[in-house]
């Protein structure tokens, strides 16, 4: 942690931010387990809970931007202090996408609770746990301004890529052989497709973190795995 | 600029021969100004030189050394007489046992009249106060004989310091060759020297360049610096305080700020002749008394002292006296607790600057009629006294030999006195001046 | 113009401050509310000198200033007849652009006020009140050994925070700051600004400053002046993000004349 400033009043309010950004996160979090376990349990109930908290996520980050703007006005911030206040304008933004993400995935609960699949739902889920353990150490990262832990982060996305692509595959696979299946899978393709997004700005809050910590951007050099985008699948494939 | 383009204009033999021009201008300049502060220590020297050469042998007088017996039959006195019968004693007997003295050892006898009376002419008039001083200080030695420097005649002491040659003739002498050959015969006998010259500050006026002395001018000097410091202190800084600080500025105040500047311009022996006019001829105070003298130099000083004081009070910055009105006080106090004790360096050096002009001042003081002998000290400031300068000035004017270095010797402490008084203000300058 | 929310310490209303002939303040209604600091901002000449200087009528000491309209402080007219301008000036401290300590020791610059108003009979009860002042100024720590040297040989940062010190000293309840900081260094303005933000518990503070960063750091009220007129009021954060008038968002933009 850095010094104190000379006017107290200053430190109180990056406190606030950070403290807010914090919050944000743990929010974000608790959306992504609700999410997921709205999925498990095709409740609708955990699902309309998770879209109704999505608004405490949506006037966090319109505060922390208020406390942001403000803090940039009124403090003319330097150095470390600019870095802290840009950085949280630009986290809160991604924790909110990650919140309407969840959001996104409670809201097919519904179209999905018909899917005879199981197993795939169980792919979604374990995707979305390595999501949500990402976000919590890219948090704990940012509060304990600990830049290897940023960077730990950041390479794991990987292995969320990996399992999208072999997901994105089963499903695509599903929906050739049971035409009936076709409207629960794309809605769990969509699901799968917003963890992945997810886990991408998970690695971007690592990034900031990064940023936040060291002064200097990280190079765009992240081993990227997710290789749908040139997936196509044939049916003589199978045969 | 107005070149081709090819050379920059400053390295052009135009530019270069500007710059040639600028710096014989400011080598010639640098060359007046040397050569006027030169000139101006060199007048400085030989001011100083003339009157240090003349003056210095002012300090110093001529004694012979004679053993006189004090006898008590000559004193007309007991023997054993105390110091209040030998005070008692009048002054002519001394001079006689002092006379006597000289004779004895001269080997004049009595009842030569003629070396007698010549003989007289080598002993100061002086040397019964120097006898009585002894013998009032020591009874004892009534009846013994001792060996005193008594003071020599005024006419025989330029012959002993050489300022006039002894090979001229007789008639143009005031000692003639008797008196002369005498001296030389107490000059051989190593019976004549020269010693310090004590009358020179503890007497009065005398016709006797040996006895007289600057004694009475100082005291009346000093009355008079007194009396000025008294007045002119609390009324200037009165009056400079209210002018600057809470007078309202209109043509009335206007006025009297030009005539305060105009004040300090004007001659000082028109103050002298105000001061004939108001204070001897009017308020009848005495004349010659100091107590005048200062009135008139009071009122001379007090413009400076006024103008000195306005200007160090300006030089407080007028910061100190805002924070002082911010915190609650009213203007006096912010004028009084902050602006005067700032200033008081500022004023203090003003008011010693203007003494010291008031010291050196003779004109008004001899229209006020400080300008008679006087030979008792002043009591009081009410009591005829002289100055310091209208000493000098009297003495200037005296025939005798001995007066032309007593003039110089008194210059030489009428400038001491101003030195001090102006290294006091400069000092004082150094020692309070405040940085804020 | 008119401060909506807390409890106002100045009200002015419609006032006018001529020197000779120019009009330096044209018509100003303004609230300053306590607990608050109110920054008064603007261009030189705008008038925001002269209008702190009408609220402790330090403008008293200019022969050629005339000030109308009223300026009551908790309601009373501070020109009105009655009012003693000795005991408006203790009740509405002021510290200046300069450090203007006084050439005396640390406890005297502080003691000052306090004796000349009878605040402190005895001794130790002085002691005391010097002790808080310095205490509250932030200066205690620096030179609780050494009150006896010269308020002057203190650093620039130090002297201005002892003549805060000796402004709080007659125990104000306002505090007019004429640009405080702007013969300091940035870390003694930090320390400067950090006091104001304590001070504002106890205070009502106004602070006229040619920053408007500074403004915007330590107020809560911001007023922009320009010209002898109040363009815009209003909270600074507001005042500083999304200014009303096209002056003050000219001004603050530095797209300024």
């Known amino acids: 942690m850095p010094k104190d400033h000379t006017v107290s009043a200053y430190d109180k309010e990056l406190e606030n931010l950070r403290s807010s950004i914090a919050r944000m996160g743990g929010l974000a979090e608790a959306q992504i387990a609700g999410a997921v376990d709205a999925l498990f349990k095709r409740s609708s109930d955990r699902s309309a809970q998770v879209v109704a908290a999505d608004k405490s996520l949506d006037s966090l980050e319109l505060s922390i931007e208020k406390d942001a703007i403000s803090l940039l006005a009124r403090r003319q911030p330097m150095a470390s202090d600019l870095r802290e206040i840009v950085s949280a304008l630009k986290m809160s933004s991604i924790l909110e996408r990650i919140g309407d993400y969840s959001k996104n995935i409670a809201k097919r609960v519904g179209a999905i609770s018909d899917a005879q699949n199981f197993r795939v739902v169980r792919t979604v889920g374990d995707m979305a746990h390595l999501v949500q353990k990402m976000l919590k150490d890219v948090l704990d990262a940012y509060i304990d301004q600990d830049e290897v832990k940023a960077l730990d982060v950041w390479e794991r996305d990987t292995a969320v890529d990996e399992l999208y692509n072999s997901l994105f595959r089963e499903l695509l696979t599903y929906m050739m052989e049971d035409p009936r299946s076709i409207t629960p899978c794309t809605h769990l393709l969509f699901a799968a497709k917003n963890v992945e997004r997810m886990g991408d700005h998970v690695t971007n809050l690592a990034e900031i973190v990064y940023y936040l910590v060291k002064g200097d951007l990280l190079e765009d050099t992240r081993p990227k795995s997710d290789s749908t985008s040139y997936t196509v699948l044939r049916p003589s494939d199978d045969d | ?287 010659s008394a100091p107590i005048v003298g200062g009135l008139v130099l009071t009122l001379m000083t007090l413009p400076t002292v006024i103008i000195a004081t306005r200007a160090a009070i300006r030089a407080v910055p007028p910061s100190i006296k805002e924070a002082a009105l911010g915190v609650g006080a009213s203007k006096m106090q912010a004028v009084f607790h902050h602006v005067l004790p700032l200033a008081m360096p500022g004023i203090l050096t003003g008011l010693i600057i203007g003494l010291a002009q008031a010291m050196g001042e003779t004109a008004p003081l001899i229209m006020v009629g400080m300008v008679a002998a006087v030979f008792d000290f002043p009591g009081s400031p009410m009591d005829p006294a002289t100055a310091l300068p209208v000493q000098i000035y009297i003495w200037s004017g005296l025939p005798e030999r001995g007066f032309v270095a007593l003039t110089s010797a008194a210059i030489m402490i009428l400038l001491a006195f101003l030195l001090t008084m102006n290294a006091t203000a400069v000092i004082l300058r150094k020692r309070f001046e405040r940085r804020w | ?203 009502a503070i106004v602070i006229v400053t040619h920053s408007m960063q500074q403004a915007a750091r330590v107020s809560q009220k911001t007023a922009f002046f320009h010209l002898g007129d109040l363009v815009e009021y209003g909270d600074t954060e507001d005042i500083f993000t999304n200014p009303r008038e096209e002056r003050t968002r000219d001004y603050i933009t530095g797209r300024f004349g």
């Not at chain 2, 006419?155 to 060759?177: A, C, H, M, T, Y």
């Not at chain 2, 016709?207 to 008079?224: C, N, Q, T």
């Not at chain 3, 303004?30 to 009528?57: F, H």
Request: include cysteine; charged fraction near 25%.
């Open chain 2, 1 to 287: 600029m107005t070149d081709t383009g090819k050379t920059p204009y400053f390295l052009s033999e135009r530019a270069q021969k500007l710059v040639r021009k600028r710096y014989a201008a400011e080598r010639r300049f640098r060359f007046y100004g040397l050569a006027m502060i030169i000139l101006a220590l060199a007048f400085l020297a030989v001011l100083f030189y003339t009157i240090i050469s003349q003056g210095i042998s002012g300090f110093v007088v001529t004694n012979i050394r004679l053993p006189v017996t004090f006898t008590a039959e000559a004193l007309g006195v007991e023997p054993g007489a105390t110091a209040e019968d030998l005070k008692g004693v009048s002054g002519f007997k001394y001079t006689k046992l002092a006379r006597r003295s000289l004779n004895d050892y001269l080997g004049i006898p009595k009842g030569d009249t003629e070396d007698e009376r010549l003989s007289r002419g080598l002993l100061s008039n002086g040397v019964d106060v120097q006898l009585r001083k002894i013998l009032v200080n020591d009874p004892t030695l009534l009846g013994s004989t001792v060996e005193v420097w008594l003071l020599a005649h005024g006419s025989v002491d330029p012959f002993v310091k050489g300022q006039i040659s002894r090979d001229l003739p007789e008639n143009r002498r005031l000692i003639n060759d008797q008196q002369m050959a005498w001296l030389e015969k107490l000059e051989h006998d190593g019976r004549v020297d020269l010693r310090f010259n004590s009358n020179l500050f503890t007497e009065g006026a005398s016709a006797d360049p040996e006895l007289a002395g600057v004694g009475v001018a100082l005291l009346g000097s000093f009355f008079m610096m007194v009396l000025v410091v008294l007045l002119a202190l609390p009324l200037g800084v009165g009056a400079a305080l209210y002018l600057e600080e809470f007078a309202p500025k209109n043509r009335f105040t206007d006025l009297v700020e030009v005539n305060i500047n105009n004040l300090a311009a004007v001659p000082s022996i028109v103050f002298g002749i105000l001061g004939l006019a108001v204070f001897i001829n009017y308020a009848h105070l005495p004349r």
């Open chain 3, 1 to 203: 113009m008119i401060a909506d929310t807390g409890n106002v310490k100045f009200t002015t209303r419609d006032v006018h401050v001529f020197y000779g002939a120019k009009e330096a303040i044209k018509g100003v209604d303004l609230d300053i509310n306590n607990n608050e600091v109110t920054a008064l901002i603007g261009p030189s000449g705008c008038g925001k000198s002269t209008y702190l200087r009408c609220l402790n009528r330090m403008n008293d000491t200019v022969d050629s200033a005339r000030v109308t309209g009223t300026i009551e402080l908790d309601g009373v007219d501070i020109y009105d007849r009655s009012v003693d301008v000795v005991q408006l000036r203790a009740r509405v401290g002021m510290v200046f652009q300069k450090p203007n300590p006084f050439p005396k020791s640390i406890y005297e610059n502080v003691a000052y006020g306090p004796r000349i108003h009878g605040l402190a009979t005895k001794k130790s009860e002085l002691d005391e009140v010097v002790e808080t002042s310095l205490r509250k100024a932030g200066l205690w720590n620096e030179v609780n050994d050494r009150l006896d040297t010269q308020g002057t040989a203190l650093s620039g940062g130090q002297q201005q925070r002892l003549c805060i010190a000796r402004a709080i000293a007659v125990s104000p309840e306002v505090i007019l700051m004429d640009e405080p900081c702007s013969a300091l260094d940035p870390i003694a303005t930090a320390r400067v600004e950090e006091l104001i933000d304590e001070l504002r518990e106890n205070y």
